[in-house]
């Protein structure tokens, strides 16, 4: 087996058994306080981001770089770039009290379906409209209790070398509520996993620029479209320079 793959297995067997060490101090702490907060997840949530922590840190060809905000909004919708499926935990290791949609079907799985929903993943199906209908009524719920939202635009993972086209439900979300868009480009970790490949594309050090822009306000904009335009072309800027 290719070291690059072997790698890429020990990526995987550390990720998931970093999970597994904290999976059950959290449900303890996530069981005692269940009855008496409305988000009790939000404990899973911060021992995960510990764990993304500690991966990352464990992961010798990985090298993140973050340009963060030291002031956001609360309530708001981060749109990323997507490159790779270093993404999600690369967000969540910042990023507090959020829900993200993903395209990935984790539901198959007892564990990662269970673990998912906790820290905050919800599972899109395309093809039904009354579980898309029942999601974005939850993400609407959400952000009027200023929590946040993750939210991929392009849909799915792109080459790192340009963006794809937007898709217009975050920013429908954002005009709907009032709430504001944060725009955050993930720039490198297509070159280290690229979609549809399992292993790694190389053995070396590789630095990860993760860049967070100024917030967009769906007030300063005339409609959906035009909001989108403009995330599109800060984003794009970013992730050409």
């Known amino acids: 087996m290719p070291l690059k793959c072997l790698l890429s297995l020990y990526a995987l067997v550390l990720f998931w058994g970093t999970i597994s060490l904290f999976v059950f101090p959290s449900l303890f702490a996530y069981f005692i306080v269940y009855f008496f907060v409305k988000y009790p997840q939000d404990i899973f949530q911060y021992l995960s981001s510990v764990i993304y922590r500690i991966f990352f840190k464990l992961l010798p060809i990985v090298d993140l770089k973050f340009d963060l905000k030291e002031s956001v909004p609360d309530g708001a919708i981060y749109i990323a770039t997507h490159q790779s499926n270093l ?25 990662a379906s269970y673990v998912g929903k906790l820290i905050g993943a919800r599972a899109l199906n395309k093809n039904n409209l009354g579980e898309i209908a029942i999601m974005y009524q939850e993400l609407e719920d959400i952000l009027k209790d200023n929590r946040n939202i993750i939210i991929f635009p392009e849909g799915t993972r792109g080459n790192g070398e340009q963006l794809g086209k937007f898709k217009k439900g975050a920013f429908r979300l954002a005009m709907k509520t009032g709430r504001p868009i944060i725009p955050i480009v993930i720039d490198g970790s297509a070159k280290l996993l690229a979609k549809g ?15 967070m822009l100024d917030p967009l306000y769906p007030q300063n904009f005339s409609d ?7 995330a599109y072309k800060v984003m794009h800027y970013e992730n050409n320079r």
């Open 224 to 230: 959906e479209t035009a909001l989108l335009q403009q």
């Open 197 to 211: 490949d399992p292993c790694f594309k190389t053995l070396q050090k590789t630095v990860v620029k993760v860049t």
């Open 87 to 111: 993404d999600y935990p690369i967000l969540g290791s910042f990023i507090k009290k959020y829900l993200t949609v993903t395209n990935l079907n984790f539901t198959r799985i007892p564990f």
